[in-house]
């Protein structure tokens, strides 16, 4: 199976799989019968993902990265560019409790659990 997200003006809009085992076939097929931009993701069969991270609706396609990027979660947060994922600007306290972001400290708040 070959998956593919389609990209209107860097948003993923939607994500299809096609059902030809060969990844060829099937960006054939998608160019043949579907409009629009579509890019090419999923997991290849060494297990790695392709274009750095799977697509969700909303989020990006950087072209220049040739990655997925998900929407920011939060305002101070970083992309980190070897993942293209978000970080927030502190660690998570590595501990036994539970906690939030806070965007309004920028940093993480203790969840008391009952």
């Known amino acids: 199976m070959a998956q593919f997200a389609r990209v209107v003006q860097h948003i993923v809009t939607e994500v299809i799989i096609t059902s ?19 890019v090419q993701c999923g ?46 600007p502190h660690e998570r306290p590595n501990d036994n409790n539970v906690y939030e972001w806070n965007e309004e400290i920028v940093d993480w708040t203790l969840v008391e659990v009952e």
């Open 43 to 88: 997991i290849d069969d060494s297990g790695n993902t392709i274009r750095k991270n799977l697509p969700v609706i909303d989020g990006t396609y950087d072209k220049a990265r040739d990655a997925f990027i998900e929407p920011k979660p939060f305002e101070s947060w970083l992309l980190a560019e070897d993942t293209c994922q978000w970080k927030p």
């Open 20 to 38: 030809d085992d060969a990844p060829d076939k099937g960006a054939s097929w998608v160019k043949a019968n579907l409009s629009g931009t579509w």
